[in-house]
Structure formats: C-alpha cells, structure tokens
C-alpha cells in the first residue's frame, strides 16, 4: 500500500518534472552543432539562416499549439518539431544520428514518456508542426536553380576570386519567399556602392589595402582579432551571442522563448535573402579583383596594384562584396535583441573558436549591441574581404562599447 503510494507519487513528481533550461535554446544550439560538425565545409549564409528559421518557426508552431498544456508537454512538442524539421532540412546527409542523440539527450529531463496519453499527444503536436513548417516552406524558392553568367571583366564587375567557386554562391537566394510575411524583399534593397571612378571608391579601395591584407601592418593585433572573432557563420555566432544576452529567462514560458528564437532567425534568414537580393543587383567586384587588376584604372591615376595581395581571410567568400552579409546579419539581430533586451546597453562576454590560422579561441565582452553589430560589419574589412563603404573608417577610430580580454 505504502509502496504504492509512494510510487504514484514519484511518478507525479516524474510527470511534473521538465527540462530545467530553455528548451528552445536547447534546439537553436543543437542545429549549430549540427550544422558545424556534419556538414562538410559549412552551408553558405543564406541556407544556413533558411535552415535555422525553419526549425524555429517549427519550434513556435508547436509551442503555439501546446500552449495551454503542462510544461512538460510544451517541452516535448516543440522537441519532436525541432527533430523532425532538422532532419527534414537534412535529407541527404548524415544528419539523422545527429538529430536523434540531439532528441535523445533531453528526453529524460522533459521527463513525459512517449507511452502516456499527454506524452502521445505532445508528440503529435510537434510531428505536426514540422509538417505544416515543411508544407509552407516547400515551394519558397530555395530549391531552385537560378542561372548566372558573369560581367565582363570591367572594372567594378564581379569576378570569380582565387580559391573560390567558379559561379557566385546560391543565385536562388534572392528570391526565397521571406519569412514571417515579410513581402517583396526589394524594397530594403540598399542604395548601389560609390562608383568606382568616386573618391569614396578610391579611399575605400585605398583603406582596405592596407587594412585587409594578410600582412598589413597598419592594422593593429586587436583588429587582426576582430576579423578572426566574427569570422565565423553570422548565424551560428549571433544565435551563441543571444544565448548569452537572454540567458535563461524564457525557461519555463516556452512560447515566448520560441517567439523571441523565431523572430531573431526570421530576421537573418530575411537579412540573408535582402542581402543576396543587393550582391546581384550591384554585381560589385571584390576587393581582391580590384587590386589584382595591373592597369592603372583610378581617376586620380594612383597605381593601387598589386597582384600578389592576399586577405587576411582566405578565401575570399564567393559571391559578390556589397552589400556585406556580416553587416546586414549583425544590424538585423541586434535590432530584435535590442527588443527583447529593452535596450541596447548589454553586458555579454562570449567566445569565438577560430578554425583557421591557428588563432583558436578568443574571447570579447561586449557592452553595446550597436557596437558588437558595427564590429561585425568592421571584421570584414580587416578580413580584406570587403571594402570600407559606409563610414566604417570613422567608427573604427572610437572603440566605446567594448573591453577586450
Ligand atoms: C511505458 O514505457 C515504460 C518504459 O518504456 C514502461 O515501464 C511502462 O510500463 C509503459 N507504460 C505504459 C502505460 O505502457
Ligand atoms: C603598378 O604597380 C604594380 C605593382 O607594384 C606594378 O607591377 C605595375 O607595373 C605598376 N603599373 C604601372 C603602370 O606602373
Ligand atoms: C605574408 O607573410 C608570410 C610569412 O611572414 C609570407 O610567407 C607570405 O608570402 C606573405 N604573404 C603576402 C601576400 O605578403
Ligand atoms: C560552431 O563553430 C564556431 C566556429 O568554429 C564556434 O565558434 C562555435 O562555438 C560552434 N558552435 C557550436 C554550437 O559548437
Ligand atoms: C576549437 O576548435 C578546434 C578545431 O575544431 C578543436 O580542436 C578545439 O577543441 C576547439 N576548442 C574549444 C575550446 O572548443
């Protein structure tokens, strides 16, 4: 009798039990995982904000859908929508063994078995919100192969760069529906670069020589770091930064955590699509092609040539320098982080493991969201991949917002 008692109670307690964390964060970590460890060489930026969007809009759904129900059975839900949509994006790797321990690791802690009538449905809601995520986005144009044929080779016109692809990155980009009903995507088409024959052109050009190359010396130790900090995928990074900026305070109100993760991966998944709609709009050359160049080709009859100039960061990307996707990605989240943080003052340290140049971890603390976003956008130019438009040689000169360690 006594034993019963217990029993029951232990299997209340079970019942009652969930995930301690944000379980929504648990997933948005899980699919960077994913995507660093499996797939080979990374996905390029707008795929990658695409697949992250579709999870945590998967992830809403099913919070949405549960919303009335226990924390444990919100848990769940939005679980088994988060698996079925990362693997659903997945097709065709070998991501299914990936996903699965992902699923299998916090199983125990949400604590609701699969045999219960509550666990059952959970389940079911999450299975369905994957579905009604992969029905919608099915037919979003990130599917489809769009043709380019490259400019002449004129000055300000894209051109394959050394040890990049042939053909620019992901053309269909574009004109991927945006999420959230966002509308036509062109109308944020930013205004096209100086032309090349201007005096910003030529400044920029100037600026980025001598920041960007690989063995600058005008660039200082600390702005070397800067291009090595944000070097890696902008979504992957800025999703770890808002971990750290949020914390934990949507644990146990699992639809407003999915809100904040979806609106901040919808707004890079439509930065990305913004952005890509810019690059093949302008069609600008990179930095690389310019100073590759051995004619004399600026107005002002400077010889900026150098054909054996190299960036800090090899390759350069493949695809097209403006509008920069590290610039366009850090404003769009620190615009919904500043929501959601109810303001831009921040007191955040975070890391970035650097894979290349043997540079490995380092870590920055930052005070200002503008400022993280505006280094973000900085870290390009120091990476020699991406002129300096846009004022960026002033911010440089003010470093408020920041402590570096
Ligand atoms: C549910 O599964 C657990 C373990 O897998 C088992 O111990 C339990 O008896 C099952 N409950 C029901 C109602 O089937
Ligand atoms: C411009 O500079 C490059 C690199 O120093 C050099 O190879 C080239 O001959 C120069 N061009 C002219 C016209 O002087
Ligand atoms: C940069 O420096 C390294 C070693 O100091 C040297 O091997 C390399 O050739 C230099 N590269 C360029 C592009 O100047
Ligand atoms: C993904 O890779 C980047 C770059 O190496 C690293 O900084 C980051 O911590 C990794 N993310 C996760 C979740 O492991
Ligand atoms: C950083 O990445 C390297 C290479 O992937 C890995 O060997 C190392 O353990 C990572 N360091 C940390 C602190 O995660």
């Not at 097709?91 to 699923?103: E, I, P, Q, V």
Request: aromatic share 12%; proline share 5%; net charge positive.
């Amino acid at each position: 009798m006594r034993a019963s008692v217990l029993l029951s109670a232990l299997a209340a307690a079970a019942a009652n039990a969930a995930y301690p964390g944000d379980i929504v964060n648990y997933w948005v970590e899980q699919t960077s995982l994913l995507v660093n460890g499996t797939v080979i060489g990374g996905l390029q930026s707008p795929p990658s904000a695409w697949y992250v969007a579709v999870v945590t809009g998967a992830i809403y759904e099913a919070a949405v859908k549960s919303k009335k129900e226990s924390l444990a059975y919100q848990q769940l839900a939005v679980s088994h929508a988060a698996h079925n949509a990362i693997v659903w994006v997945f097709h065709g790797t070998r991501n299914y063994n990936g996903a699965d321990a992902s699923l299998r690791a916090v199983l125990p802690a949400i604590g609701l078995a699969a045999n219960t009538t509550e666990g059952k449905s959970a389940i079911e809601t999450g299975r369905k919100a994957a579905k009604k995520v992969a029905l919608a986005r099915a037919d979003d144009g990130i599917n489809n192969y769009v043709a380019y044929t490259h400019g002449p080779k004129e000055l300000g016109v894209y051109q394959a760069t050394p040890g990049g692809n042939p053909f620019p990155d992901v053309p269909q980009a574009q004109f991927i529906r945006p999420f959230g009903g966002f509308g036509d995507i062109t109308r944020f088409r930013s205004p096209p670069p100086p032309p090349i024959t201007s005096k910003d052109y030529e400044e920029a050009v100037i600026y980025v020589k001598e920041y960007g190359g690989l063995n600058s010396t005008a660039r200082t130790a600390y702005d070397t770091d800067t291009a090595y900090f944000w070097r890696e995928s902008s979504i992957t990074g800025w999703n770890r930064f808002a971990s750290v900026i949020i914390g934990n305070k949507f644990a146990t109100k699992v639809v407003e955590s999915a809100k904040f993760w979806a609106q901040l991966n919808f707004a890079l998944a439509n930065a990305g699509i913004a952005s890509w709609d810019v690059k093949y709009t302008y069609d600008a050359w990179r930095p690389i092609t310019a100073l590759h160049r051995t004619d004399i080709w600026l107005p002002s009859g400077l010889n900026v040539s150098d054909p054996s100039w190299t960036p800090l960061l090899r390759p350069t990307p493949s695809h097209q320098d403006y509008v920069s996707t590290h610039s366009t990605f850090g404003g769009a989240a620190a615009a919904v982080l500043r929501v959601w943080n109810g303001g831009d003052e921040i007191d955040a340290t975070w890391s970035s493991n650097v894979t290349i140049d043997n540079r490995g971890v380092i870590t920055r603390r930052f005070t200002s969201l503008k400022f993280a976003a505006e280094e973000n956008s900085r870290s390009r130019v120091f990476g020699g991949v991406s002129s300096c438009f846009l004022h960026c040689r002033v911010l440089h000169r003010g470093k408020k917002g920041h402590n570096a360690n």
